[in-house]
């Protein structure tokens, strides 16, 4: 069904439904993707800094060594926060920045960056809500094997550690890992995204490892910042068939794709087993030893929130070739649903689909959840009309969704600020805030006025 146009009256914020008093707005962004200083104060190399070198990898040949420079102007950055009137800021810590090499020797410089970007923040009583992985691996232990080594989990563990010890005091809400399945899938199964492994199916096992690292760093977290609060940010996809899906295959198609998209990240965490992956030639509950005895008691460990990172819904079909590798083919929808710059469809009820899809599938297992990355690319230039309507359409369906009985805590927004955005290099634009990549100058758009108006009229 094509999701209801936005009306017109959502573009003034004050008229979107009313979240709970105690409902968190935040706006989200990825080290990499922001920080520049990509070879200063110690950094370690990340299979990022390596990929982007790798002709053909990024769109122009673009990389992440300056960004967006906030490692230089994050108090420009956070003075935008202010103006925003955010409660809290979901940005990452470049494990590379802090462990030079991945383990071992830590770098003070690293941390006392953090250190400077949290005082800022609560200086201006803004919640720091850092995210532990955002896909820039330290590249030495990308060149051990990286996620599909075991002992990669342990490493992210000790790095967790790490970084709660210097900022535990202040920092009180953690995240993890962001987005497992797409650094698996992109990373290690396409190629497309760092490290640019092409494996295919025999990219599983760095599921598994990312789903212990997560468990590991759970344990360590809470050993360092009693009362904290962890969560993980999943990337979820409603799994919808198109008009002309062909029954019992297709059926079988999305039964397959919703278990390597979303159940092989949430199931485990929130259940305690993996979902069936028979679909995938996985009978072995063991992954061929990959899974050992404990391990999925570690995964499981209780979470104190779902963090849910929602883009759009995911089309498929059976396979048109029965012989394929993949059991399912993705398709275009049907429906004439208007486009992203990205050319995503903008389908603002497919977020209501998936929190109450996910309240029925796990019941009283579901944590709280919260909404870490949604947002959309949009043409250069201030006046983002097209985005303010597919916030404000997101923003409803979440409270649709609220008043069904999903229990949502908070918004980010993704994201604060144009960035790099992988493979795409600096083509896409998702920000709030315009930066010219030439100066590094920021120009909030409209976007960005709506925003504020929506979180000042929510708290009214």
Not at 89 to 96: E, Q
Not at 121 to 139: K, N, Y
Not at 229 to 237: E, G, P, R
Request: aromatic share 10%.
């Amino acid at each position: 069904m094509k999701a209801a146009p936005v009306t017109t009256s959502f573009t003034d914020a004050t008229r979107l439904p009313r979240l709970p008093a105690d409902f968190v707005w935040g706006a989200s962004t990825a080290a990499y993707q922001i920080e520049g200083a990509a070879d200063e104060d110690g950094k370690g190399a990340s299979i990022w800094d390596t990929f982007v070198r790798r002709p053909g990898a990024v769109r122009d040949g673009h990389t992440g060594d300056i960004a967006c420079d906030h490692h230089h102007r994050f108090d420009e950055d956070v003075t935008l926060m202010r103006r925003l009137g955010l409660d809290a800021y979901r940005f990452s810590v470049s494990w590379p920045r802090v462990l030079p090499t991945g383990a071992g020797r830590i770098e003070p410089r690293g941390l006392d960056f953090y250190d400077r970007l949290v005082d800022a923040l609560l200086g201006a009583g803004i919640e720091p809500v850092p995210t532990l992985f955002h896909w820039d691996l330290p590249q030495a232990l990308e060149d051990e094997g990286g996620w599909l080594n075991r002992t990669t989990a342990h490493r992210f563990a000790e790095y967790a550690a790490v970084v709660a010890e210097r900022l535990g005091d202040r920092v009180k809400r953690w995240i993890t890992l962001n987005e497992p399945f797409v650094h698996m899938s992109f990373g290690y199964g396409f190629g497309v995204h760092a490290p640019g492994r092409a494996l295919m199916l025999d990219a599983l096992p760095v599921a598994h490892h990312q789903l212990l690292g997560h468990g590991l760093a759970t344990a360590a977290l809470r050993a360092a910042v009693p009362g904290g609060q962890v969560l993980i940010a999943n990337n979820c996809t409603p799994v919808r068939l198109r008009h002309d899906a062909r029954h019992d295959t297709d059926v079988a198609a999305a039964s397959a794709y919703d278990a390597l998209h979303n159940r092989l990240f949430n199931d485990p965490l929130l259940l305690g087993r993996y979902p069936d992956l028979s679909a995938y030639g996985m009978t072995d509950p063991s992954w061929g030893g990959i899974v050992r005895e404990g391990d999925l008691a570690t995964i499981a460990a209780p979470l104190d929130g779902l963090g849910v990172n929602y883009y759009n819904p995911t089309w498929v079909t059976a396979p048109a070739d029965p012989a394929a590798a993949l059991p399912f083919d993705l398709a275009e929808p049907a429906e004439p649903y208007e486009r992203t710059a990205f050319g995503w469809p903008v389908v603002p009820d497919g977020l209501t689909e998936l929190l109450t899809g996910l309240e029925a599938r796990y019941g009283n297992d579901l944590p709280p959840v919260w909404i870490t990355e949604n947002g959309c690319s949009q043409p250069a230039g201030l006046h983002d009309r097209p985005r303010i309507e597919y916030l404000a359409g997101h923003i409803d369906a979440i409270a649709r969704a609220v008043s069904r009985g999903v229990d949502v805590r908070g918004y980010f927004t993704w994201s604060l600020l144009d960035n790099f955005e992988w493979a795409e290099g600096y083509h896409q634009r998702f920000g709030l805030v315009e930066v010219d990549f030439t100066t590094r100058q920021r120009t909030p758009r409209a976007s960005f006025e709506w925003y504020r108006d929506l979180i000042a009229s929510q708290r009214s």
